[in-house]
């Protein structure tokens, strides 16, 4: 049992995830919700290998339903004709009460929902996290990378001192 667990864990360990690393810089995270995907065979097996891009995604909900668009998840190579397209609209896969919840939040001014990232769950599923997010103005994003060169510079004189 406990070479099972094993074999259980490595294949956790070994899925790559997709990250959205843009998106912690652009925009202001306020909430986080995680997703099912509804996917085709070729495009489980592509993101198992990590070939997909979140960069310029987003979310948006229409007739009741929450499409992820401009996704790019590249073609698997042994795959044949059935290959599936690059940059089509993926429905994610919400319970309805959290799409009205979203809904309601997407539609007071400046809200948008941005993905952050993709990856497999203990069962083998993929999941797609997105946030409800508001977009960073110029300053904002100054004071952030000056919060962080700040936060940097004082782990480094900790971990100096503590030596």
């Known amino acids: 049992m406990a ?39 070729s495009e489980v097996k592509s993101l198992r290998l990590g070939n997909a891009d979140l960069n310029g995604a987003y ?22 004709y059935n290959n599936h397209d690059i940059s089509r609209d993926r429905k994610l896969l919400l319970h309805k009460a959290q799409i009205k919840k979203l809904t309601a939040k997407l539609d007071q001014r400046g809200f ?25 103005q110029t300053h904002d994003k100054r004071a952030s990378i000056r919060d962080k060169d700040q936060k940097r510079d004082l782990e480094r004189s900790m971990k100096s001192y503590r030596h």
């Open 59 to 80: 979310a948006k909900i229409v007739r009741g339903e929450c499409l992820l668009v401009g996704a790019k998840i590249e073609q698997y190579k042994e795959a044949t």
């Open 112 to 136: 948008t929902l941005v993905p952050l990232r993709i990856y497999f769950n203990s069962r083998g599923l993929a999941k797609l996290e997105i946030a409800l997010a508001k977009g960073k």
């Open 3 to 41: 070479a099972m667990a094993k074999k259980k864990e490595e294949k956790k360990n070994n899925a790559p995830q997709i990250r959205n690393k843009k998106a912690f810089h652009d925009y202001l995270i306020l909430e986080k919700v995680e997703t099912g995907l509804s996917l085709t065979g």
